[in-house]
Structure formats: structure tokens, C-alpha cells
């Protein structure tokens, strides 16, 4: 029962002190590698974001494309020819019909002088509204020769705006012209006959397709015309407001370089790209949120670069982050759960190691044993022999004396003291003749449970006179084992004495427990006394081995016992606590005798 070596005993403390090094090396090089992470997975989020952006920009393009082919289209058909008559009506309705409810509002149609305008709107009824038009500028640019087939993208007059409650709106202009001929023969000539305008809702061309766009979980797209307004948003209350203005008014306690300088230095000067700034809110969030943001500008009118919008997408950072985050700790932890079993392996494979060499050091020492036994079980023999004889004697003449001498007289006292040496020095001879006529081992075969009911009912009463509690723990059905059943009781009866010595001055607990260890069965007997000292525990098989005081204990009732159990092919084991080293409450000694039972070739 040696202690390991202390090198031995730091193994498991290094690896554990290693791998707690270890995983802490892995988090540190996780959390580098997880804000190079989150960079890069940012820039890639807001690459995504750009790439949003210039979809919905593509899309509004589109639209404003196919607004402008309408207007061209309308602009080829002979009912414009006739002035205000009802072909002219019907075919404005067919136009209207034919557009995106709420984005065309109204449908113009200006006489050549500008004097009065024929007008259908989402009423579905024309009117005729009265001029003067003539000084509008989308009038007076459809007047210029030049412009002949071209289209005009501009803002709309007040007039029309205040009619609209103030909405942002567009206008989309184009000259129309009337096939004349100057008489026969001549070339022809076709004359100016008035300007055709289709009167746009810009809002709702580009919350059209931004209004559904997301970004990650939480992000939206707005959109900014060249002046800052924002013509879609999701807050509704930002609509037609100046974007510098409006956002300082909500929320005040934020300043809004960061985006104010991306709108002012790149969205209205029409670049595409990303970026981040700190805005006042987030959808139901409000306070400093910092955001990243893609934006790409929608040419309104091809002709005239200056008039183009902005579609930004923005969402949050902690967006991106938290998914970081979690992606990073999943990765941590499955780290640490790979690098845990790794220390679990190495330590129960550590721990196998131990237990191998200590039973192949237990063998060692069980052979050893039987090894000195043997020899001294012949030089016993041989002592027992030569010192029987003049014992003997020595005891036979003390008897003839004792007769003679008067009892209470001087000589019969010493004659008495002689016959107990004697008889003293006699039981010793007799444990050395026992020690050396260990039985050979004979096909003989004992019911553990019995032996130990027998042996129990022998010392029983012994036991409660020393306040010795005695408890019986026997497994039903225990198959035979090996071994001479006189021989079993004789080690029983050794282990017992010695428990009851060791907890003779105190009283305890003798507790006897059979049971089945595979292809063995076993008894344990266990005591509560005062334990062995870890040094001794090695030797108390040794022949003559003893702690007790002279006269009390000859040294060999182990040894006998260990010859008897080894005879049988079976083992002999103790573990023991002493009391000086756990106190005298968790004290003892438990002596197992491991037998093989009946039928078990090995
Ligand atoms: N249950 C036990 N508790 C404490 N010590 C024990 C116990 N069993 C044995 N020992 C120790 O082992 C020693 C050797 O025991 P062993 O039975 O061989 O000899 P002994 O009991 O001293 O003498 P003998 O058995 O010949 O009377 C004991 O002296 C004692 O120190
Ligand atoms: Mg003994």
C-alpha cells in the first residue's frame, strides 16, 4: 500500500494545469480571431447591403424606364391630334389603367398655346383645367424645337404639389407634335401642338419596392431624392421631410455627423458604397445604435446626371455581432469540450497505468511472501520438532515438583511462573507446528455463508461481553468454494482475533460480508478499531510480525492464515485506516479472503 512516487502524483496535476493553459491559449486566440471574425463577416453583411441597395435601385430604374416608355407610347397616339374629344379621354384612361395604382396621379395634356390643359386623375373623370400654362418650365422647355421627342423629368410646379398635400412629385414632360402639310406638293411639316405630362407620386414609386426590403433580421431601405428629402422610409412621419432636419428633431440627444456626412459627401453626389454611423433609434430601439449601412443612387432622368435619388439599407451592428458572438462560442466550446475529453482520456488511461503497476507490484509482493513462508514453514517445522521434546520434559518434571511443594509456599510460586513459561513457550511451538503442516490443498470444497455462520456463533458471546457489535452481511446462493472448511474457520477465526484486538479497549463494529466477484467469491471482514500504520501494512503477513505486546501474540496468525488462503488458489487482501492518520471516528482494517469457487478451472 504505497503511496505513487510524488513525480507520479504531479502527472495528473500537470495535465490538468496544462489543459486549464490550454484552453485558456484557445479562448485568447478565439477572441483574436473572433474580431478579425466579425470584421470580416461586417464588411461582408454590409457587401450584402450594397448589393441590396443597387437591386432596389435597379428596380426603381426600371419602373421610372417603363413610366417614361408609357409617356412616349401615349405620346404616338392619333387621339392627342383632335383636342380635347372623347378618343383623347379614353385613351388617357387606357394609360392610367395601365399603371401601378397611386404612382401615376394625373395625366396632362397641355394645348399647343398653354392655355388650358385637359386632365384625367384616379377620379376616372377628364376635365378641362385653365392655364395660363404657357410659363411653366416644363412648357417652356417642350416649346424648344430641339426637345422634339425627348423627356423632360423635373419636379412639379407648387400648384400642383400643394393640390397633392404637399407629397413629393415628379413630372415627367414630352412635346407633342401634329402632322401638317404646307399645300400639294410641298414638303411636310408637323407643328407644335402641345406638351403632354404624366404627374408622378415619387413616394410611392420608391416605397414601392423598399418598403418590403430586408436587411438581416431587423434592417430596412429608405430612400433620399438630390435634395435630402426622403421620399420612402419606414417611419411614414419621415416622408417628404428633410432627412439633415428631420432626425436631429426626433431624437436630439444624438449627433448625426456620421450620416449627415455620408448623405452630404456621397449618397447626393451620387456614389454607391457602405460605411457605419450611430443613429438615434431602431425599429421599436431607441438611443445612440450604431448601424451599417450600403447605398446606390437611382438615375431619375438619364439626361440630366444631377437628378437622381438615393436607396440606402441599413441595420444594425449587433446584428452582425451577436451571430459572431454565437458562432464563437459554439466554436469555444466545442474546442473545450474536444480538449476536456482529450484530458479525460489521458487521465483515466494515466489511472489505468497506476493500477496495473500496482497490482503487478501487489503480485510481486504475494510471491515473495509465499517464497518466505515456504522456507520458514521448513525451518519451523524443524524448530517446532527440536523444542517440543525439552518442553515437554521442562513440563512434566514441574508437575512432579508442583506435588511436592506445598501450595502457598515459595517454590510452588516459582514452580507455577515456570509452568506458565512453559505452557507459553508450548502454544508458540504448537503455531509453528500449525505454520508448518499448512494442509496441502485437497479437492476439498466449503460453503462460505456456513463456515462463517459456525465461526460467528463460536465467538459471539465473546464478542458482546467486549461491547463488540457484530453484524453478518452473507449473499444468498453463493456457489462452493475451494478449500478444506477446517482450514477456512482457522482463518476466519485468525481474522476475527485480530479485529477483536483491535478494538478491544474501545468496542466497535465487526462486520462480516460475503458476496460474488466474478468467478470468485468472497469474505470481508471489517473492523471499526484502531487500524494499521501504513508502514506495517506491508509486513503483516511476515511471520512473527507483531504489534502486540509480548506474550499476547505470536506474529503468525496472518502468515498461517495468508499459507492456508494461497493453498487454495485464492488471495488475501487489506486496506486499513489508522487512527492517528483519520481519527479514531473513520478507523479500521477490512481483511478480504478472495476464494475460487467449485467448477473455475483457473
Ligand atoms: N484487524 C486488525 N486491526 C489492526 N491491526 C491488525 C489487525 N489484524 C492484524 N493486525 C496487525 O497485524 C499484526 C500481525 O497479525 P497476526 O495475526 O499475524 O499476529 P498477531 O495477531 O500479532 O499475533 P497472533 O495472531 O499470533 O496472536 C498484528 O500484531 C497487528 O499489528
Ligand atoms: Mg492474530
Known amino acids: 500500500m504505497r503511496r505513487p512516487h510524488p513525480v507520479r502524483r504531479m502527472v495528473p496535476l500537470v495535465g490538468i494545469v496544462a489543459t486549464v493553459l490550454l484552453l485558456i491559449f484557445a479562448f485568447v486566440l478565439g477572441l483574436v480571431s473572433f474580431g478579425k471574425m466579425r470584421q470580416v463577416v461586417t464588411e461582408e453583411f454590409n457587401g450584402q447591403q450594397l448589393v441590396l441597395a443597387q437591386n432596389l435601385a435597379a428596380l426603381i430604374q ?147 419596392f423598399t418598403d418590403h426590403a430586408r436587411s438581416g433580421s431587423t434592417g430596412y431601405a429608405w430612400v433620399l431624392d438630390e435634395r435630402g428629402t426622403f421620399l420612402a422610409h419606414p417611419m411614414s412621419s419621415f416622408v417628404g421631410k428633410n432627412a439633415f432636419e428631420v432626425r436631429p428633431r426626433l431624437n436630439p440627444a444624438i449627433g448625426f455627423e456620421g450620416i449627415n456626412a455620408i448623405m452630404r459627401d456621397r449618397m447626393l453626389t451620387g456614389q454607391e458604397g457602405t460605411g457605419s454611423y450611430t443613429s438615434g433609434w431602431h425599429r421599436q430601439a431607441v438611443g445612440p445604435i450604431h448601424k451599417l449601412i450600403g447605398f446606390c443612387p437611382v438615375h431619375v432622368d438619364p439626361e440630366r446626371p444631377g437628378r437622381r435619388w438615393s436607396v440606402a439599407v441599413v441595420a444594425p451592428v449587433s446584428e452582425v455581432h451577436g451571430l459572431v458572438a454565437s458562432l464563437f462560442m459554439r466554436q469555444f466550446f466545442m474546442q473545450a469540450a474536444i480538449v476536456l475529453a482529450i484530458l479525460a482520456g489521458g487521465i483515466s488511461l494515466f489511472r489505468m497505468e497506476r493500477r496495473w503497476t500496482r497490482l503487478k507490484k501487489q503480485r510481486e509482493r504475494e510471491v515473495n511472501l509465499s517464497s518466505r513462508l515456504a522456507s520458514l514453514g521448513m525451518l519451523s517445522a524443524g524448530v517446532a520438532h527440536e523444542i517440543n521434546n525439552p518442553i515437554a520434559i521442562i513440563l512434566g518434571f514441574t508437575d512432579v515438583l508442583l506435588e511436592t511443594a506445598p501450595p502457598g509456599s515459595q517454590a510452588h510460586e516459582h514452580l507455577k511462573i515456570i509452568e506458565r513459561q512453559a505452557l507459553a513457550c508450548k502454544t508458540i511451538v504448537e503455531n509453528l507446528g500449525r505454520f508448518a503442516r499448512i494442509p496441502e490443498q485437497r479437492d476439498e470444497t466449503a460453503d462460505l455463508n456456513e463456515e462463517v455462520r459456525r465461526v460467528l456463533a463460536m465467538v459471539q458471546s465473546t464478542l458482546l461481553t467486549e461491547k463488540i457489535e457484530c453484524r453478518a452481511d452473507l449473499q444468498d446462493g453463493l456457489p462452493r468454494a475451494m478449500g478444506d472448511p477446517q482450514g477456512l474457520q482457522q482463518v476466519l477465526l485468525n481474522l476475527i482475533t485480530n479485529a477483536r484486538g483491535a478494538m478491544k479497549a474501545r468496542g466497535g463494529t465487526l462486520t462480516v460480508r460475503t458476496y460474488r466477484v466474478d468467478d470468485r467469491v468472497a469474505v470481508a471482514v471489517r473492523d471499526t478499531g484502531h487500524g494499521i500504520r501504513r508502514q506495517d501494512l506491508g509486513r503483516i503477513f511476515d511471520p512473527f510480525f507483531t504489534t502486540k505486546a509480548p506474550g499476547e501474540g505470536t506474529g503468525l496468525g496472518l502468515s498461517i492464515s495468508h499459507g492456508i488462503v494461497e493453498k487454495t488458489g485464492g488471495r488475501i487482501t487489506v486496506e486499513s485506516q489508522h487512527e492517528d492518520d483519520v481519527g479514531a471516528a473513520r478507523s479500521g482494517a477490512t481483511f478480504t479472503v478472495l476464494l475460487p469457487v467449485v467448477g473455475d478451472g483457473s
Open 62 to 208: 426600371q419602373d421610372l424606364d417603363f413610366l417614361r416608355r408609357e409617356l412616349a407610347v401615349l405620346n404616338l397616339s392619333p387621339s392627342l391630334q383632335g383636342g380635347a374629344s372623347p378618343a383623347l379621354v379614353n385613351r388617357l384612361k387606357v394609360t392610367l389603367a395601365s399603371i401601378q395604382e397611386g404612382e401615376l396621379l394625373e395625366i396632362r395634356s397641355v394645348s399647343p398655346s398653354g392655355r388650358e390643359a385637359v386632365v384625367l386623375d384616379g377620379s376616372g373623370v377628364a376635365r378641362i383645367e385653365p392655364g395660363p400654362f404657357n410659363d411653366d418650365p416644363c412648357f417652356l422647355w417642350a416649346l424648344v424645337a430641339a426637345n422634339r421627342g425627348r423627356i423632360l423629368v423635373d419636379d412639379s410646379p407648387r400648384s400642383l404639389r400643394e393640390r397633392y398635400g404637399g407629397r413629393p412629385l415628379l413630372t415627367m414632360a414630352t412635346p407633342h407634335y401634329r402632322a401638317a402639310t404646307a399645300g400639294v406638293g410641298s414638303r411636310r411639316q408637323d407643328e407644335f401642338s402641345g406638351v403632354l405630362l404624366f404627374v408622378l407620386d415619387a413616394s410611392a414609386i420608391a416605397s414601392r
